[in-house]
Nanobody, 127 residues
Framework: QKQLVESGGGWVQPGGSMRLSCVAS????????MGWFRQAPGKEREAVSC?????????NYGDAVKGRFTISRDNARNTVYLQMNSMKVDDTGVYYC???????????????????WGPGTQVTVSS
């Protein structure tokens, strides 16, 4: 059974850092482009970042997080990470790990009908 599980969420003050992890079970991440999405209460779901099957083939970021967030993957550990720095109150939301995205420079196209989603982890940025 394919499963993605996010971890590392919690509370952080503005300006702080946090790293999210996403571990896959039941399948190998090596063959999939991976992404992170988020959704804040009352707001639409937002594409955060994605990484291609081959990390050297590139990563992409939503405008709101460029220069602050970094996505990476460790295929040996079947894990994808999202390092979040200089966090803002607007970064608050549920963060979802997604497998089998279309990773390009058009965030609105990242999600695909074949994508698999994790249950999400809550991130709260407040003072």
């Amino acid at each position: 059974q394919k499963q993605l599980v996010e971890s590392g969420g919690g509370w952080v003050q503005p300006g702080g850092s946090m790293r999210l992890s996403c571990v896959a079970s039941g399948f190998t991440l090596d063959y999939y482009a991976m992404g992170w999405f988020r959704q804040a209460p009352g707001k639409e779901r937002e594409a955060v970042s994605c990484i291609n099957i081959n990390s050297r083939a590139g990563t992409n970021y939503g405008d709101a997080v460029k220069g602050r967030f970094t996505i990476s993957r460790d295929n040996a550990r079947n894990t994808v990470y999202l390092q979040m720095n200089s966090m803002k109150v607007d970064d608050t939301g549920v963060y979802y790990c997604v497998a089998n995205v279309e990773c390009n420079d058009h965030p609105y196209s990242w999600n695909t009908p074949a994508a698999s989603w994790g249950p999400g982890t809550q991130v709260t940025v407040s003072s």
